[in-house]
């Protein structure tokens, strides 16, 4: 019976591929050279936390239909705990398990890994403990567990006094639970104990408004968690991830405007009344990013000197970002000649089955007048006109504007992220396609499974194997961009309409797959402690 109970538990649902994405990004990160602070790790676990306390509900203890069922509070309660345990712990230990085992010596990312599920574990326990007595804890508990955990690990990370931080967390676990076990009542409450006070509804004036159930059923506490990491991501420059984090908003609307497919509205107002908020708030976001300077936060565009090259000579590289590489002809890096004769072949440098290189390279052979050369060249290409190091420095302090800040760019930039956000959404629609619902359930299971993982490991791969700083599919993207900006018009209606053109041609397809759509599963039932 609890093995049953614990098969319907919306935990068990995510915890396979979870395990198994959370053992991907490990051994990416292990393999690449991705230690626990390069990211991947912190990535692994940081998804752990968003689906446990997003997707799985802890707050949530029984469903109004295993409540009705004649079972014990004790063996329901069980069957859930066990259930959110096994989202913790078997992600955690395929992380550990996936460190150690590949000889990298990530054992400090094997230990944050544990204690990230015990920290877990006991905000688990806190919030299965609070109100026990009625169906669900309150909503607010599913929002201060994760942001306590995140502070729990901050600081013990800066103290490094893990063996005190985790013994008090496992004394903190077994203490809670005991006392939790000993308090669950025979049967949970459904309805209020006490008679409620009789309730004057008085008429009002205001006009109704038709569309504030559909708005309501739209805002959910987990879009208070996701929608504003999705701007700050996107408002940083993460123009390709971003989008698909806010995407799980619309997921999220799918289920839970499910009661509207009733109403007398088309599937295209229903599909415009979800996304369009959301492409909004995308666009939004990247605008503020990109005025207020926080997309290039941290990321010079051009400078003297590479870490990675080190040289006993005067002669420094010069260093830009990698949007600015060029593609090698027939794969053959061409010499890069000055007009008094002076040259260097830069090194090619292998990315997305191409060949790359920087144009404004300098080697250590070089004199310093083509170093200076190069770096006029540079910063000509990237600000406008050219410049020295002094020059670019006062220019940046006097306020000078990349061409990757300029009108044309931020228009391609937010039409680049609208269209990333409804190639998700198309995706999300094409898992609900109504031809994918007539397979049988274990295949249909085996296909979600399949693309989750591939995603995945496409992901890790994209942040982990390029040999450029960040993804390098935003990197392909930036550049592509800058292709886009130098040929087009300086028009900026051209450009506004080169941009919409896609833009249109997308809303075509989603439209299309939305209306080929047909959404299963359970109803969503509601957040409250109690039946009303």
Not at 146 to 153: D, F, G, K, R
Not at 362 to 379: D, V
Not at 446 to 455: F, K
Request: hydrophobic letters at 55%.
């Amino acid at each position: 019976m609890i093995l049953r109970l614990i098969k319907r538990d919306p935990a068990w649902e995510f915890t396979p591929w979870l395990t198994a994405a959370a053992a991907i990004a490990a051994l990416f990160g292990s393999r690449y050279g991705g230690s626990i602070h390069g990211g991947s790790i912190f990535g692994a676990l940081a998804g752990l936390v968003m689906v446990l306390f997003t997707r799985a509900q802890p707050h949530r203890r029984v469903t109004f239909f295993e409540a009705a069922l004649p079972i014990a509070a004790q063996d329901l309660l069980l069957a859930r705990f066990l259930s959110l345990m096994a989202l913790i712990w078997l992600p955690a230990t395929a992380v550990a398990a996936a460190l150690l085992l590949t000889g990298s010596g990530e054992f400090s990312g094997a230990a944050i890994a544990g204690f990230t599920a015990m920290v877990l574990t006991v905000g688990v326990i806190i919030v299965l403990s609070t109100r026990i007595e009625q169906f669900a804890a309150p909503v607010w508990a599913n929002l201060a567990c994760p942001a306590a955990a995140a502070l729990i690990l901050v600081l013990t990370l800066e103290s490094k006094h893990f063996v005190l931080a985790a013994t008090l967390c496992g004394t903190a676990a077994i203490a809670l639970g005991v006392l939790t076990w000993k308090r669950v009542p025979e049967n949970f409450q459904c309805a209020p104990v006490g008679v409620a006070a009789p309730r004057q509804i008085a008429g009002s004036a205001a006009p109704s408004i038709p569309w504030w159930p559909v708005i309501r059923s739209m805002l959910s506490w987990q879009s208070a968690v996701i929608v504003p990491i999705s701007l700050w991501w996107v408002a940083t420059g993460m123009w390709l991830f971003a989008p698909m984090y806010m995407m799980m908003t619309y997921a999220h609307f799918q289920s839970s405007t499910r009661w509207t497919l009733a109403l007398p509205l088309s599937r295209r107002t229903l599909l415009a009344i979800a996304i369009v908020p959301i492409l909004f708030l995308l666009a939004f976001g990247t605008e503020v990013g990109l005025l207020a300077g926080y997309a290039r936060q941290g990321r010079d565009l051009v400078h003297l000197g590479d870490p990675k090259h080190f040289r006993p000579t005067g002669t420094l590289d010069v260093w830009v970002y990698p949007a600015f590489w060029q593609i090698a002809p027939a794969g053959h890096v061409p010499v890069i000649q000055a007009p008094w004769g002076e040259g260097y072949q830069p090194e090619p440098i292998p990315l997305l089955g191409l060949t790359f290189y920087n144009p404004y390279a300098a080697g250590e052979r070089n004199s310093l007048g083509f170093e200076e050369w190069q770096f006029a060249r540079a910063t000509s290409t990237i600000y406008g006109r050219p410049m020295t190091p002094r020059e670019l420095a006062e220019g940046k302090a006097g306020g000078q504007t990349p061409i990757t800040l300029r009108p044309r760019m931020q228009i391609l930039s937010i039409g680049a992220v609208v269209a990333v956000a409804m190639i998700w959404a198309w995706l999300i629609e094409l898992f609900t396609w109504h031809r994918l619902g007539r397979l049988p359930a274990r295949i249909r299971t085996a296909v979600m499974y399949a693309a989750g993982l591939v995603l995945v490991a496409i992901i890790m791969g994209d942040m982990l194997v390029s040999s450029v700083p960040g993804p390098a599919s935003h990197v392909a993207l930036e550049g592509g961009l800058l292709f886009l900006s130098r040929h087009l018009p300086a028009n900026l209606a051209v450009v506004g309409g080169v941009v919409l053109v896609p833009l249109v041609l997308l809303w075509g397809i989603l439209d299309r797959q939305a209306a080929a759509s047909e959404i299963s599963g359970s109803l969503q039932q509601a957040q409250s402690g109690c039946a009303t």
